[in-house]
Structures are given as C-alpha cells and as structure tokens.
C-alpha cells in the first residue's frame, strides 16, 4: 500500500525548491554521480530487456547454441552492472541525505536560538518540535527514497514508451491508452484515500484527546457519576473514525490491485493482437516477446512514479514549514556596549584584565574610538516606560522607577498587572515601545544581549531543569564552577541537605524536568542555579511560589545572603516575603499606582494595606 502524507500542498513551490536546492548544491558532485548511477540503473534494465529481441530472432529460432550463450551472458552481465549501479547510487544518496539533514537540523536549531521569545509566545511548544520531527522526518525520507525513485521511475516510463513505438507504433496505440487509464485511475483513487487520510487523522486525534482527557480526569468523572455520558461521546468519535478510516483503506487498498488487474488485462490484449501481427508478418517474434515484457513492466514504474511524486509534494510542504522558521526576523541586537573583567590599582581606577577579581565593568566604546569602562555596580532605572505585546493593546503605561545598587524593589498586583513584563524588559527579552531602561547609567539598547544577561540572575517562577545530574543543573549557571562552589551555592539556598539524602547526592540523575523530585525541591535547585551565577542583579519571579510555608522559612537566611549587596528584583504573591524591601511598587493594569516602604504603605492604607489585612485577594 502506497504511504499516505496528511501535510497540505506546498503554498510557495519554486521558492522551497530553491531553498532546498542549497543545501544541495553543496553536494553537487555527489549529485551528479547520484543522476548518473540511476539513469544508467534505469537504461542497463531497458537495454537487457531489448536483448530479448536479438537473442530470440538471431539465436533461438536459428539454433544457434553458442550464440545464444554468448548473448545470455551478455544479458547477465548488463544485468550486474545494474544491480552494481543500484547499490551505488542508494548507498551514496542515503549518505548525501543524512549530510543534508545535519546541516538543515543543524541551522533550524541554531535559527531557534537567535529569535525573540515573541515567536515562541505565539506558537505551542508541540507546533515548534513537529519542525525538528515530523517535518525533517518527511524531507530525510524523500532525499533518501523518493528523489531517485522519481528518477528512475521517470526513465524507465519514458524509455519503454519510446522503445514500443518502436518496436511497433501500431500496437503502442492499445498499450498508450491503457498506461493513460492506469494514470488517471491512480491520481482519482490518491485524491480519495488522502481526502480520507486526513479525516481520519482528524478523527485520530480527537478520540486519543478525549481518552486522555478522561484518564487523567477519572476521579471527575466517578465523582459526577458521567461514566456513560462519557462512554457514548467516546462510542461517537469512535465510530466517526471507523468510518473515516474504512473509506481510506478502501481506496488506497483497491489501487495496487486494480493497477495491476488493468496492466494484466493490457498485456493480454497487447499479446492478442501481437500474436495476429506475428502471424500476419507485420512484426518478428524476437520484437514480440520484448513489447511484451515491456507492457508486463509498465504497471509499476507508473503507480511509484505518482505516488512518488506526490510524496515529495508532501515533503516539500514539511520542508517549506522549517524554512518558514528559518526566515523569521532574529533578535535584534545593535548593542556595542560588553562586559569585561576589571582590576582595581591602588587608586582605585579600573583597568581590564583577564583574571578573576570580582570586579565587571561596561566596556563603552565611543565614536572617536576611546572607550570608557563604567563599573557595574546594578543600578537600573525606567524612564516613562510604555510597552504592548500586540500593537494597539499597552500593557505597561509610563512606568518610572529607579533600584539603586543593594537595593531591594518588590513587585505586587493581580495577575497581568504587568510584574513579571516589567522584569522581562530588564532582560530585553523584548523591546518598549517607548521610554527607556538605564543600566549603571547606560541605556540597556546600547548593551550587547548576551553581556547584558551575563549580569542578570533570574529565577522563575515555572522552574525548568536539565537532563543531568543535580550538579550539572545548578553549574548551568555558571559552567565553570567548581565542585565546591556547587556545595556552596546549594547550602545558601538551603538545598544542601535534601540533595544529600538523596541516594547519588550531587550526581543524581534528573530526567523528564526533575520529575523525581517535589515542586519545592525543584524551586530550591532554581535558586541555587541563580546563586552560583554570582549576578549583581537579581530577578526573583514568584521565587517561593512552589515552596510551602515551612520550606520558605529555613530558605529566607539564604535569599538573604544571596541578596545581600545586590540589586533585586520581586515579585510575589506572599506579601510576607516582601516586607523587608527598600521599596514596594503596587501595580494595577500596567500602571504603579502606590509605592514606598511596607509601613509607609500600611500608613496610607491604600490597595497595600487592604491585600495585606485580607481585605482584597491577589488573583
């Protein structure tokens, strides 16, 4: 049964060709010998086939014995040589085709490592890995099948139809209109099964969704008593797919038969009449018993040929979608502004070094070619700050507000306040649309991303860990820390203890996001990242959020050791862990609506004081 491809027809042809053609070219040779190895493939099996025709009127019917063996060693020799041609041309295109797809995988990941977080916000992280699955999966299969399928399959149509003409145009008439038959019975019959294909993966998906849906939800459903209601809607979709899917099987199981029932039914009216022109002198026996096994052939290159080409329609579609991704707008980065290790003499003036001291500077270079080093101390200031998402729909509206280096600035406000937009736009994971965001004095625009980031430690709110080790998760903030330095940023934030009980300690095996650990452990492997990176500013994104009451308290002497001489950023939930802040910005629909110290804030009794008695609620 031929494969069936669910992916739509490519929107833009020529331009995906040209793209893939690329990747190609940088194999061009390889190509070529590719092209050579399967047209000679195709013409060595055309060319034993004629042999048929002298072997049988020069040697058979003239008994000429040795004649005969000559010529049928020579047909086994032409034979091998197709066979040697085979093996060559799928060995070396299968090691062309894995080349070409490192080197596409290879760039559509590190295109995904330059763009902006907006193209991720927009797109499931499901949509973004059928890129590096299913869509590189279709195109490796076609380079490595269907290209030189088409090929060959190509030469051996137009190769027999050029040789029965001819053998005998007059008979070509008969074979002609029945390898058209052949043609447009196979491309109906593939428009059916694939409208059917794609209903029943639509029919596919919706069943699977709504059986993981109830087994993850059994306890709803034996609560409210919804067993049979649910067993009918499950009997529904159910049926909907056996349908769709009968009518896909139908179609495509019925077209190798009836194809190779039509070409049977060819070859014997080709036979008939043949035998009528060979009796009537109009055609030799030799060239008889050739048309016929070319007629016999003719069946199987057309149904590849179609199903072949239609496959890498599909794959070009598949293709298409990577280089969709591949021509997104990149992060835009103009910044010219670095960070560089600083020594201190002993008048306190700063100058560049290689060493590790402690000390960064901005390295800020100007147009008359001098640069400047401004010690990075972690002062970041906003300036009537207005920012959207989507245009047209602000979310922040004219923030101002200013950390000055050591201090800390707490966040709090319901959800979609714009919290964690603002500390998103220190990290320049996107851009305001008006205003300005200083850092140390410089305009963060000016800095490069990655320096930029260098100096920023952040813990998020949903923790993310690695495939690893518990050590190597908490040196992925900074890779060059020493074992003692892990222990060290483990014991401050407090993590210290439950990694030793576990049964490897440090060299535990985290799979599937820590899956084996609790929520709370996780978020204390966050922080100790966030620790080891040493930041002089310090992002805290609902830090304890997963954290319980108890576990919050034996961490808040760590935090404190962590934040202490940095400029920190909150955001939490529990107002308790922010009373100790220089400064707490309350902040309803984008806007900063209250601001000052805890009890500056209680004083006024505002929104503050009212989430702080239990008066309103943070949603």
């Known amino acids: 049964m031929a494969r069936q491809m669910n992916y739509k027809r490519p929107k833009d042809l020529k331009r995906t060709v040209t793209k893939l053609m690329a990747y190609l070219g940088n194999h061009k040779f390889a190509m070529f010998i590719v092209a050579i190895l399967v047209i000679l ?95 590189i999966d279709v195109v490796a299969d076609a380079l490595n099948n269907s290209f030189t ?8 149509i137009t190769g027999t139809v050029i040789i029965i003409v001819v053998l005998n145009w007059r008979l070509s008439i008969v074979v002609l209109i029945a390898m058209l038959l052949m043609t447009l019975f196979i491309q109906t019959s593939g428009k059916k099964s694939k409208h059917y294909f794609n209903k029943q993966q639509k029919y596919i998906g919706s069943l699977n969704g709504f059986i993981e849906e109830m087994v ?68 030799d026996l030799g060239s008889l018993a050739a048309y016929l096994v070319y007629v016999r052939q003719t069946a199987m290159p057309i149904n590849q040929f179609t199903q072949q080409i239609n496959f890498i329609l599909a794959a070009m579609s598949g293709a298409e979608r990577i280089f969709e991704m591949m021509d997104e707008a990149e992060e835009i980065d103009q910044g ?14 700063m100058h560049e070094c290689d060493t590790t001291t402690g000390h960064w500077a901005w390295r800020h270079p100007h147009s008359d070619g001098s640069a400047e080093l401004v010690e990075l101390k972690g002062d970041v200031r906003f300036k009537d700050v207005v920012f959207s998402y989507d245009t047209g729909h602000e979310i922040l509206h004219g923030i101002n507000l200013y950390a000055k280096p050591g201090q800390k600035i707490a966040f709090v406000g319901a959800t979609g306040a714009g919290k964690t937009t603002i500390t998103n736009l220190i990290n ?43 050590a190597d998760n908490i040196r992925y903030g900074n890779l060059y820390a020493s074992d003692e330095d892990v222990i060290k940023a483990a014991k401050l934030a407090n993590a210290d203890s439950f990694i030793r009980r576990l049964p490897d300690g440090y060299q535990t095996m985290l799979h599937s996001d820590g899956a084996n650990l609790s929520q709370g452990q996780r978020q204390l492997l966050a922080i100790a990242r966030a620790a080891i990176a040493d930041p002089p500013v310090l992002i805290l994104d609902e830090a304890t959020s997963s954290i319980d009451t108890r576990t919050e308290k034996l961490i808040e002497k760590g935090m404190d050791s ?38 500056e804030l209680i004083a006024q009794e505002g929104t503050y004081y009212k989430l702080y008695t239990g008066q309103f609620e943070l949603s």
């Open 428 to 470: 320049r994971f996107y851009e305001v649309d008006s205003g300005s965001i200083t850092y140390d004095g410089i305009d963060v625009k000016l800095i490069k991303k990655d320096d930029l980031r260098r100096s920023l430690g952040m813990v998020l709110q949903d923790t993310h860990l690695f495939t690893g080790t518990i």
């Open 216 to 283: 993850e939800g059994q306890k709803v459903v034996k609560v409210f008593n919804h067993e049979e209601k649910d067993f009918e809607e499950f009997v529904r979709r159910n049926e909907l797919l056996r349908e769709s899917a009968t009518e896909a099987l139908t179609y495509s199981g019925i077209m190798v038969p009836v194809v190779v029932s039509m070409s049977y039914l060819n070859y014997a009216i080709s036979a008939m009449i043949g035998g009528f022109f060979s009796i009537a002198g109009l055609m």
């Open 41 to 135: 493939s195709a013409g060595v099996n055309l060319a034993g086939t004629y042999m048929l025709k002298p072997t049988i009127n020069s040697f058979i019917l003239t008994k000429d014995l040795m004649g005969l063996m000559k010529m049928v060693a020579t047909m086994g020799g032409i034979y091998l040589a197709g066979v040697l041609c085979t093996l060559g041309y799928t060995q070396l295109m299968v090691k062309m085709a894995q080349q070409i797809i490192k080197e596409i995988r290879s760039d559509l990941f590190a295109k995904t490592q330059n763009l902006p977080l907006r193209y991720f916000d927009a797109r499931t992280h499901g949509e973004l890995m059928s890129r590096f699955t299913n869509d």
């Open 336 to 349: 010219i502004v670095t960070l560089v290790r600083v020594c201190k003499d002993e008048n306190g003036v």
């Open 562 to 599: 962590l934040m202490e001489g940095r400029t920190v950023f909150v955001i939490a939930h529990r107002l308790s862990t922010v009373r100790n802040s220089k400064a707490i910005m309350v902040l309803d629909q984008g806007r900063i609506i209250e601001r000052g110290s805890h009890d």
């Open 149 to 156: 399928a088409v090929i060959n399959n190509f030469v051996m």
